[in-house]
């Protein structure tokens, strides 16, 4: 199973997080149709073994981690990490993290019980301010989720999340980058070009288009662009140096 996480919706008020949450479960359902997902207030759980070069591609996602599930109880997650995680530390500097989301277990005592499990039967040695492993177990009410990494997403916020559309422009690498930016933030784009057709979970066509959106990095042809148009143009490249489209290309196109 995976645990996804979702960072900017946090900033939202009630009803509008709830919503956004959402609409990121809608968007993985759609992505990844054969997966069992369960929404909770500040996570998503996603059981599906395939599911993370998926995850990568879907705005909203801060981070997920692969992880392991058990009950919320000293003896179950001592029993979880002996069977899954031991040879992991073997011999390492290791520290302990325990986050709890809904749960009155102290993080301390389960910190202290989980990491002499480790130091003893993995002969590890604790090194709380520079492990070279960490293992993260997060407590939410009567379950305990059991890993050692977060994977990173590309962030920002649910495709479709945004009202209305914005239409691409151009059909260059720019105009391509300059969509993503925009589809990052929530907004759907049309037409959907085949090179970000990956990244268009929960892209819809409905809706109003309100604005457009292009590649231009120079100052004097956006001018002249939106001269052309009533409608407001986006340029997100404006102001980003070639380095960093570049690498924007190698990771989206």
């Not at 000293?74 to 989301?101: N, P, S, W, Y």
């Not at 989720?145 to 590309?154: D, N, Q, S």
């Amino acid at each position: 199973m995976i645990i996804v996480r979702h960072g900017e919706i946090y900033t939202k008020t009630e009803p509008v997080r709830n919503l956004f949450v959402r609409r990121l479960a809608g968007n993985i359902r759609i992505a990844l149709p054969d997966a069992k997902i369960e929404t909770k207030r500040w996570r998503i759980i996603v059981e599906d073994k395939d599911a993370q070069k998926t995850l990568n591609r879907i705005f909203g996602i801060v981070s997920y981690s692969p992880a392991e599930e058990c009950k919320a109880d000293l003896t179950d997650i001592e029993k979880m990490v002996e069977k899954h995680f031991l040879k992991e530390f073997k011999g390492k500097k290791f520290a302990v993290r325990t986050q709890k989301i809904d749960s009155k277990m102290s993080s301390m005592q389960i910190n202290i019980k989980i990491g002499d499990l480790i130091r003893i039967k993995a002969k590890a040695k604790v090194n709380l301010d520079n492990p070279e492993k960490t293992l993260y177990i997060e407590i939410d009410g009567s379950k305990a989720y059991v890993f050692t990494e977060f994977i990173e997403g590309p962030g920002g916020l649910p495709l479709g999340t945004a009202e209305n559309r914005v239409k691409l422009l151009g059909t260059k690498e720019n105009d391509l980058i300059g969509a993503w930016m925009i589809m990052k933030r929530g907004a759907s784009i049309t037409p959907v070009p085949a090179k970000l057709r990956r990244w268009a979970y929960g892209n819809s066509q409905k809706g109003e288009i309100l604005a457009l959106v292009c590649g231009s990095t120079n100052l004097e042809e956006f001018i002249k662009l939106q001269s052309k148009t009533k409608l407001p143009l986006f340029a997100p490249l404006i102001g980003m140096s070639k380095g960093e489209i570049t690498a924007l290309k190698r990771k989206v196109l």
